[in-house]
Nanobody, 112 residues
Framework: VQLQAFGGGLVQAGGFLRLSCAAS????????VAWYRQAPGKQRELVAK???????NYADSVKGRFTISRDNAKNTVYLQMNSLKPEDTAVYYC???????WGKGTQVTVSS
């Protein structure tokens, strides 16, 4: 399985980034997929989750700022992150919820 998050970078507070999640096969288009993040010294946490039918859940800390979406035809899941805050700094990962394999994350750094 190949699974990787893309699109991270360094941005100022108040800025935005769009993360993409790509994988081999159709694992992203046929499963519940989530974005997670892990900040230095903290546990990994769920950021957003989307079902194959498009039902969505967000962590309270990102509601109103982040938007998860999916393009099943492209087998890709996205995370649009607006109004970024320094506390959003973390390595972001994506994966099907039922999968144990984490793949490669992408670093997001928000400067104050």
């Amino acid at each position: 399985v190949q699974l990787q998050a893309f699109g991270g970078g360094l941005v100022q507070a108040g800025g935005f980034l769009r993360l993409s999640c790509a994988a081999s096969g159709s694992i992203l288009s046929t499963n519940v997929v989530a974005w997670y993040r892990q900040a230095p010294g903290k546990q990994r946490e769920l950021v957003a989750k989307i079902t194959s039918e498009g039902s969505i859940n967000y962590a309270d800390s990102v509601k109103g700022r982040f938007t998860i979406s999916r393009d099943n035809a492209k087998n890709t899941v996205y995370l649009q992150m607006n109004s970024l805050k320094p506390e959003d700094t973390a390595v972001y990962y994506c994966k099907p919820v039922a999968m144990d394999y984490w793949g490669k994350g992408t670093q997001v750094t928000v400067s104050s």
